[in-house]
């Protein structure tokens, strides 16, 4: 079929959807329907009709001949975004070596098992990032089976990390500022007598400084921020992990000009050993988790809640030598007489093992709290943890690193990530074997095509002359039973 007649079959259907509309207008829905079937239809038929060429035209060439054999002409079907792309593709067996290739796809980079396109590919990822999979089934407009395991296989496909190339000219500022939490994702397996257990989703962001969200007092906004995460199980994990933020900074920013990075946490050992990778930093302890701990302590006290509070941060605020050992006596008072030890316990333990850390976040002007839970639960909680639901560590590793990709850079970057992974499964597979089929020319398949439209776009302005008068009558009569 040629170009010439997909435009013709795309031209009648929208016709005839058009008739059928000004025949019942209420009925619009119908009519956008029909015309979105068959515009989809038509991107199909018309992407399978160029790769038919672009095979042809592989088989004609001069570079081929004497290289490659035809062995056989094969048909393909893919599933793409607008649809399922049927189209030819020759096998070939090279005269060098005796082994065998389909050109087409080592052109177009489409490896033998694969049945997406790359943007069929970003589609499904897309809605894998706010829905479960079996809705992201969905999406796309195919008449192949596509189930939720095949989403599931495409999460785990992703490449485990992607290098970080930086900006051409690198960034300068004075601090940097390091934020760190966690978020703790059920764990999926086959046995439905045995709870599931639980393992640890990581997440780091680094950004420059805070500034105030326009129209909003209390709010404000992380500039230049990036996010990284991912499960990093261990210690082998955490130097992975600190050593990616490491490279971050020193491939964006100039590091010779940053005086201090700050890192902020919880006091989980993860998070306080960044200090050994990140060059001159300290680490401060989280604001929101002390004023969460002193409150809930200060709640055992029932009556003297808001007077054992102000003494907790009297202790904490002071600059006397033995604040630290009267905050170890005040507790333990505390516990004395309290409705409950176990929250006067944890403020001890994390404040007394973490006290330096807790004097420098009080007393560093540069230092104005932390946000990391609340990042966790936008970034992690939101698709991992929120939902009853159990993940295996590699979909819940990939579902990590895939949001904050796409909060790093959008997700019109999403495809850079579909394009490197499948590169990086391809090496897996073969190797670094590179078949030098760009010499190929499509000029003639280019220059063919234009041919065949520009000789229709005569045609098709003869036929679609716009308002015609049946139209215009047609369309006044139901304007008139209004």
Known sequence: MTIVSLLDELVNALLKAEGTFLDNPKDFNSLEKSVKASTESFAAEFLGKVLSSVNEQICKSSYRIGRYTIQRNDKRKIISSVGDITFDCTYFKRCADGGYTYLLEDMIGLSRNERFTEEAEVMLLTETLKTSYEEATKVLPSKQRITKTTVMNKIHQLAEEMPYEGPEELKETDYLFIEADEDHVAEQHGDNDKDNKSFISKLIYVYEYKRDVPGHKSRKELVNKFYFSGLYPGKEGNEKLWGKVSDYINKTYDVSKI?????????????????????????????????????????????????VKQELWHLLHSKKSKAKKRFDEYTNEMMKSAKKTEPIETLRSYVLGNWSAVRRTLENKFVSGCSAESHVSHVLSDRLSSRPMGWSQTGADRMSKLRCYERNYGREGIIDFVRYSREHRLLEATGTEDIPVQEISTGEIIAEHYDQSRSYIERIQARMPGLTSRKILRIRNHLSGL
Not at 262 to 284: R, T, V
């Open 259 to 307: 005086k201090r990075v700050f890192i902020s946490g919880d006091g989980a050992l993860w998070i306080k050993g960044g200090i050994h990778y990140i060059e001159n930093s300290l680490y401060c302890a989280d604001k929101y988790h002390l004023m969460q701990y002193v409150n809930q302590a200060a709640g055992q006290m029932l009556d003297e809640k808001e007077i």
